[in-house]
T-cell receptor, first 117, second 114 residues
């Protein structure tokens, strides 16, 4: 089974621009979560999508948004980029069983390295 | 809010020896899940091991095992017969029973020396 894929792997943008990152989950996985990794703040949860709906959200400004398509692929968008948005953005997918059925392990993609100049 | 603390920023171990990485967490929940992930220089986050809080038996995966102490809110990772390929950043992570969100510790850099 193919793993989680993320595109692009590297991205360089300038302040004020916007960017869209893409994540394709493992086949059969219905949940996609996004995380931001920086040297200063570590790994922080951005949001999670399940069945095309945002189910969980972290403490990030509204410039960070996402969506999920019917095939479970997800995109993350950051508008009006700031220097502090430079980070490794990791996507993780999981099967996400129903309520009361425990949790599934999240499997991560290779990440997108975003540099904001 | 849940927090995860890894008190060892860096550790090193000789090849073939055993090393233990520490992790403590804070939660008022009774049912939850704990994970160890490794992130080698390639930056790919890889699952090492998973522990369900309702299970008293410590999880084991080949050379990797955990010491889960629920009352003490401690979740350490033991790596036996360390190999050069174990060199990586290791993250301890917590997930509540409801809510598909991982809370990570700051990580421990492990260097395996030959």
């Amino acid at each position: 089974k193919a793993g989680v894929t993320q595109t692009p792997r590297y991205l360089i943008k300038t302040r004020g621009q916007q960017v869209t990152l893409s994540c394709s989950p493992i086949s059969g996985h219905r949940s996609v979560s996004w995380y931001q990794q920086t040297p200063g703040q570590g790994l922080q949860f951005l949001f999670e999508y399940f069945s095309e709906t945002q189910r969980n959200k972290g403490n990030f400004p509204g410039r960070f948004s996402g969506r999920q398509f019917s095939n479970s692929r997800s995109e993350m968008n950051v508008s009006t980029l700031e220097l502090g948005d430079s980070a490794l953005y990791l996507c993780a997918s999981s099967f996400s069983p129903g309520p009361g059925q425990g949790v599934d392990t999240q499997y991560f993609g290779p990440g997108t390295r975003l540099t904001v100049l | 809010a849940q927090t995860v603390t890894q008190s060892q920023p860096e550790m090193s171990v000789q090849e073939a020896e055993t090393v233990t990485l520490s992790c403590t967490y804070d939660t008022s929940e009774n049912n939850y899940y704990l994970f160890w992930y490794k992130q080698p220089p390639s930056r790919q986050m890889i699952l090492v091991i998973r522990q369900e809080a309702y299970k008293q038996q410590n999880a084991t995966e080949n050379r990797f095992s955990v010491n889960f102490q629920k009352a003490a809110k401690s979740f350490s990772l033991k790596i036996s017969d360390s190999q050069l390929g174990d060199t990586a950043m290791y993250f301890c992570a917590f997930m509540m029973e409801y809510g598909n969100k991982l809370v990570f510790g700051a990580g421990t850099i492990l260097r395996v020396k030959s």
